[in-house]
């Protein structure tokens, strides 16, 4: 089984930026392809960024060029770096592992309002 937990929400204006972290279990976290996904009040969670365990990365048109995935394997952790947020980047943040399975956190919640 494997546990995540996400921390870095908040409340930040328009402009601002947060970076959002999520903490991993499991021995084969090098083996993960990890993501964050969002979801908004009466919408379906969607893809923010992936980051394969060869480092290649992906992202949502929507914030390509604002968003940054990393990880850090001896850490087990990935991150998220968001700069440039705007008021629709509102919502609660998921962490995903994928290793024969898939492994949700429990969200975060980012505000981004004036």
């Known amino acids: 089984q494997v546990q995540l937990v996400e921390s870095g929400g908040g409340l930040v204006q328009p402009g601002g930026s947060l970076e959002l972290s999520c903490a991993t279990s499991g021995s084969a976290f090098s083996l993960y392809r990890l993501g964050w996904f969002r979801q908004s009040p009466g919408k379906q969670r969607e893809v923010v960024a992936t980051?394969?365990?060869?480092?290649?990365?992906n992202y949502a048109d929507s914030v390509k060029d604002r968003f940054t995935i990393s990880r850090d394997n001896a850490k087990r952790t990935v991150s998220l770096q968001m700069n440039s947020l705007k008021s629709e980047d509102t919502a609660v943040y998921y962490c995903?592992?994928?290793?024969?399975?898939?492994?949700w956190g429990r969200g975060t919640q980012v505000t981004v309002t004036s």
């Open positions: 995903n592992a994928d290793y024969i399975n898939s492994y």
């Open positions: 980051i394969t365990r060869e480092f290649d990365v």
